[in-house]
């Protein structure tokens, strides 16, 4: 499923709300939040996304900001797309092809956004919590 508006917009938000219940009842109320309806190349479900980014970040406070800023940004859809912008996948990169110096699978596997994701919040904040904080006060990173 691709953002076809912003992903801050109500339309969107209220997708989010409704496939993190359908995820959440599906698993049983295990707290996992998911998109309804994604297909795309392995590993395609928000769950897996979060199990890599949990893996890759290795520190529960930055995976949490991390996972803050991503679902406001995509939702954790690996394929969502700004329409008026072209930014990419699951931190909104932009342009996209930002993402290609991680892997050649950019478009396709939320681990190499992730792992692009996360070099870039090191890189320009400190950390996911540097870049959350201020998501926080600009409502962009």
Request: glycine share 10%.
């Amino acid at each position: 499923m691709a953002v076809t508006s912003t992903p801050r917009s109500r339309t969107s938000r209220a997708r989010r709300l409704v496939a993190a219940s359908l995820a959440a009842a599906t698993l049983g109320g295990l707290g996992a939040v998911g998109t309804a309806g994604q297909a795309a190349a392995a590993p395609s479900s928000s769950s897996d996304g979060q199990s890599i980014a949990r893996e890759v970040i290795g520190d529960d406070a930055q995976f949490q900001c991390f996972s803050n800023i991503v679902e406001r940004e995509s939702g954790w859809d690996h394929t969502a797309t700004n329409p008026s912008s072209g930014a990419y996948g699951l931190v909104q990169s932009l342009p996209a092809e930002k993402m290609a110096s991680h892997g050649s699978d950019w478009r396709t596997n939320p681990e190499t956004q992730i792992k692009w994701g996360v070099d870039y919040m090191n890189d320009r904040y400190g950390s996911p919590c540097g870049a959350w904080e201020f998501w926080q006060a600009n409502h962009w990173y």
